[in-house]
């Protein structure tokens, strides 16, 4: 029986799949965090100690002093007023006037990757060594919690009790506590990928992205971690951040070197649809106030944004049939572009694990060969322009 997956390309006047928009940020450092406590007033972080704060939805910026030249990589608001940075050397930075002034509250040495509170007095850090502290008391006094694992990037709570962190550089690199942090168990032992982000939209169902020199994966639990499976793979490119206003919208960032890439779903992440940023900076984190309104940021002082979930606004449809055949199947595989010759298509096909197993160009047709490979479940992602999708395949 075939698969017909069905295409909508969107083609706007200005850009294809909307419009996002470059900000003017008055730096060129990177910018590592981002975070908004209503649409017009956020904070944005990056390194040697760099604090932009807005109140006027991004249209000005204004350097706040942190006090340090640390680097900065997470912000985190738990109300209007509180909100925490993390960054190098342990740093930790407070504030209870909505970013206006920020007080040091820095343990350790360590580099801190992220920071997450559930509450103004309940909060995490984590970072390099497997480091992760907690404070009960509003960042006054941290504990040293124990996690058997080298380099913690992000953090994310469901609750008090129930809690996930995402890694670099080792197996076992998806955690998760259901103590409070007392104790970590792992999750998804078998990918030595790089995770540089977690984000739940409900107890049972999140999302980790991984980054990477050759794949950037995402990948989906809809068991409160007990079993992930990737749903997306981006060729040659890494994911560093997730972001989701609702629990079928999200949104993934990243890129490379001369390249930059947010991808957009709106079906609990089953696809993924690549949206044209107007920077060829990597983006490094973002953050959605609501479906609409969006910001990213990235290196040399980019921030972008978006006011339409960057969907479009004058868009003309286009719809373009894509066969794939048979499916299950046993030998072969068969792409169809049925007779749109003039669209050039590129393909990957990868395991569960990430790893490539091909790679192509369809112009028209193409056949793919699969007596070589073993019985199980892969993943094709195919790519026109800068629109993507991926979906399963059984090999028998």
Not at 156 to 167: K, P
Not at 219 to 230: E, F, H, M, V
Request: glycine share 12%.
């Amino acid at each position: 029986m075939k698969n017909v997956l069905l295409i909508t390309l969107i083609l706007s006047n200005m850009a294809l799949y909307g419009q996002w928009t470059a900000l003017t940020s008055g730096t060129t450092e990177w910018l590592r965090g981002v975070s908004f406590v209503n649409a017009d007033t956020g904070v944005v972080v990056g390194y040697n100690g760099t604090i932009l704060r807005t109140t006027n939805g991004g249209m000005t910026w204004a350097a706040v002093n942190s006090g340090t030249n640390k680097n900065l990589f997470g912000v985190f608001f738990v109300t209007d007023e509180v909100g925490y940075i993390s960054g190098a050397n342990g740093t930790v930075l407070k504030t209870i006037d909505a970013g206006l002034s920020w007080t040091s509250k820095s343990i350790g040495g360590v580099t801190l990757h992220d920071v997450f509170f559930l509450t103004a007095d309940i909060g995490y850090v984590a970072g390099q060594l497997g480091t992760i502290y907690k404070t009960s008391d509003g960042g006054n006094t941290w504990t040293s919690l124990s996690v058997p694992h080298n380099g913690l990037v992000s953090i994310y709570f469901n609750d008090l009790e129930t809690g996930f962190i995402a890694g670099l550089g080792q197996t076992n690199a998806i955690m998760k506590t259901v103590d409070g942090g007392l104790n970590w168990s792992h999750q998804h032992p078998n990918t030595m990928a790089e995770y540089a982000s977690v984000y739940f939209t409900h107890s049972d169902t999140g999302f980790v992205c991984s980054t990477g020199v050759i794949d950037g994966n995402i990948l989906k639990t809809t068991d409160s971690g007990a079993t992930w499976s990737i749903v997306y793979t981006l060729p040659s490119y890494g994911l560093y951040a997730l972001n989701f206003p609702t629990s079928d919208i999200g949104y993934a960032a990243g890129g490379f070197s001369g390249f930059s890439i947010m991808l957009r779903t709106s079906d609990a992440g089953e696809t993924w649809i690549s949206q044209n940023t107007n920077t060829t900076e990597p983006l490094f984190d973002c953050y959605f106030v609501n479906k609409d309104i969006g910001y990213a940021v990235g290196r040399n002082g980019v921030i972008i944004k978006t006011l339409n979930g960057a969907v479009g606004i004058e868009e003309t449809k286009t719809d373009i049939s894509v066969n794939m055949y048979p499916n299950p199947t046993n030998n072969y595989l068969i792409i169809d572009l049925n007779g749109n010759e003039n669209l050039e298509a590129h393909y990957s096909l990868t395991d569960l694990t990430g790893q490539t197993i091909y790679v192509g160009k369809i112009h028209n047709r193409e056949q793919i060969e699969l007596n070589s490979i073993q019985t199980g479940i892969y993943l094709l992602t195919i790519r026109i322009g800068e629109w993507t999708t991926t979906r399963r395949i059984i090999k028998n």
